[in-house]
């Protein structure tokens, strides 16, 4: 079992920063491809950014050039750095964990980003 808990939301301006943590427990997480989706109200979940247990990085098109995912195995941490905050990446920012067919998410943090 892998138990994820993200940080790091808030409150920004657009043009801002955020960074967003994800400390998971329970397991190793260097075994794990891991993920942060996104969730604004009426829509539907979808792919932010998401690492490989190697380190391979992929992007929605959306966030390219503005947003990095990176991962601390040895602290079991996976982070997303977000720059040049737009208003429509208002959304609840949830993390994951993927392995062998199972998946795991957080609880998520909410991120706000004013015009």
């Known amino acids: 079992q892998v138990q994820l808990v993200e940080s790091g939301g808030g409150l920004v301006q657009a043009g801002g920063s955020l960074r967003l943590s994800c400390a998971a427990s329970?397991?190793?997480?260097?075994?794990?491809?891991m993920g942060w989706y996104r969730q604004a109200p009426g829509k539907q979940r979808g792919l932010v950014a998401r690492?490989?247990?190697?380190?391979?990085?992929n992007y929605a098109d959306s966030v390219k050039g503005r947003f990095t995912i990176s991962r601390d195995n040895a602290k079991n941490t996976v982070v997303l750095q977000m720059n040049s905050l737009k208003t429509e990446n208002t959304a609840d920012y949830y993390c994951?964990?993927?392995?062998?067919?199972?998946?795991?998410w957080g609880r998520g943090t909410k991120v706000t980003v004013s015009s």
């Open positions: 690492i490989t247990s190697d380190g391979n990085t």
């Open positions: 329970g397991s190793i997480l260097s075994y794990y491809a």
């Open positions: 994951a964990a993927f392995y062998r067919g199972y998946s795991y």
